[in-house]
């Protein structure tokens, strides 16, 4: 695709329930990253994935979060048990190097509510 | 690990002033300087990026200033249109590839 996509755009869930969110990066890009969104905030780290591997998962905040990358192409982050703070929105990013120095281009978002 | 301080936190222009956007990092291995504009509901966009070799970058009425030595990095919006209107965020990326937001600002554009 031209861009990178997210789904679903919009997510309620109830607490407690378990959610996963996807992204479709562009395609042949290496780097892949999540972060996450709360309301008037910049956007704060999650996870990041040089193809399959996941380097850095310094960001997510607690133990009921979890980020993939099998094929090292679409990636799923999965919340458990999920809790009224995990409302945000949840961007995805992508980028064409490895290497830090370039800009990641992002995913529209998912909102996830949680009520 | 790396913090960026974002200012003002809203700013409100007259329709072709001056507006300027300033953030602080503390992470002197930052290396890269994205900004990005992000409209109601929607992505962030990069508008405009300067890496540290440099100390200045300008795209048509865009610029940005880096000084490294002060940990402090600027956008600089001339001849503001009420389209520039939405919320800007500066960021930094250290030598582990992960960006750094500030807290954003509401640019406010007044015609």
């Known amino acids: 695709g031209a861009g990178v996509s997210q789904s679903p755009r919009y997510k309620v869930a109830k607490r407690g329930q378990d959610v996963a969110l996807r992204c479709d990066p562009i395609?042949?890009?290496?780097?892949l990253f999540w972060y996450q969104q709360a309301l008037g905030q910049g956007p704060e780290f999650l996870t990041y994935?040089?193809?399959?591997?996941?380097?850095?998962k310094s960001g997510l905040p607690s133990d009921r979060f979890f980020a993939e990358r099998p094929e090292g192409s679409v990636s799923t982050l999965k919340i458990q048990r999920t809790q009224q703070e995990d409302s945000a929105v949840y961007l995805c990013?992508?980028?064409?190097?490895?290497?830090?120095?370039?800009?990641?281009?992002f995913g529209s978002g998912t909102r996830l509510t949680v009520v | 690990g790396e913090n960026v301080e974002q200012h003002p936190s809203t700013l409100s222009v007259q329709e072709g002033d001056s507006a300027v956007i300033k953030c602080t990092y503390s992470?002197?291995?930052?290396?890269?300087f994205p900004w990005y504009k992000q409209e109601l509901g929607k992505r962030p966009q990069l508008i405009i990026d300067i890496r540290s070799n440099v100390g200045e970058k300008k795209d048509q009425r865009i610029a940005v200033t880096l000084n490294k030595t002060a940990k402090h990095f600027s956008l600089h919006i001339t001849e503001t249109q009420p389209e520039d209107s939405a919320v800007y965020f500066c960021?930094?990326?250290?030598?582990?590839?992960?960006?750094?937001f500030g807290g954003g600002t509401r640019l406010m554009v007044k015609p």
């Open positions: 395609s042949g890009h290496v780097s």
């Open positions: 992470d002197s291995a930052s290396n890269y």
């Open positions: 994935f040089q193809n399959e591997a996941q380097l850095d």
């Open positions: 990013a992508s980028s064409p190097v490895p290497a830090g120095g370039y800009s990641d281009t």
């Open positions: 960021a930094a990326m250290n030598a582990g590839n992960m960006l750094t």
